[in-house]
Nanobody, 123 residues
Framework: QVQLVESGGGLVQPGGSLRLSCAAS????????MAWYRQAPGKERELVATIPSGGSTKYADSVKGRFTISRDNAKNTVYLQMNSLKPEDTAVYYC?????????????????WGQGTLVTVSS
């Protein structure tokens, strides 16, 4: 069993900043790519940013230059620093991870999602 727990969401004024965190726990052998998605009311879930275990990060055009994804492999944690927030960034933000899990010497490749954290950008 592997779980992702997000934190850091909340209400912020336009132009403000928030930092989201997502910590993975459980029977983890390793974590490959990690990502943040978001889903605004009435819209489909969309990819915000990804960070592989090694290599370059990628961002949606709508957040380039404002959001930064990073990770701490020692803590199995991924972060999303969000600056210059806009009302259109309002959404539930979900963490996603491609996890290699090990249980009794058996390895499994899992795609795991967090429960989501609400970010509201409003004056």
């Amino acid at each position: 069993q592997v779980q992702l727990v997000e934190s850091g969401g909340g209400l912020v004024q336009p132009g403000g900043s928030l930092r989201l965190s997502c910590a993975a726990s459980g029977s983890i052998f390793g974590i490959n790519a990690m990502a943040w998605y978001r889903q605004a009311p009435g819209k489909e879930r969309e990819l915000v940013a990804t960070i592989p275990s090694g290599g370059s990060t990628k961002y949606a055009d709508s957040v380039k230059g404002r959001f930064t994804i990073s990770r701490d492999n020692a803590k199995n944690t991924v972060y999303l620093q969000m600056n210059s927030l806009k009302p259109e960034d309002t959404a539930v933000y979900y963490c996603n991870a491609q996890v290699v899990s090990v249980t009794e010497s058996r390895y499994s490749h899992l795609e795991v999602w967090g429960q989501g954290t609400l970010v509201t950008v409003s004056s």
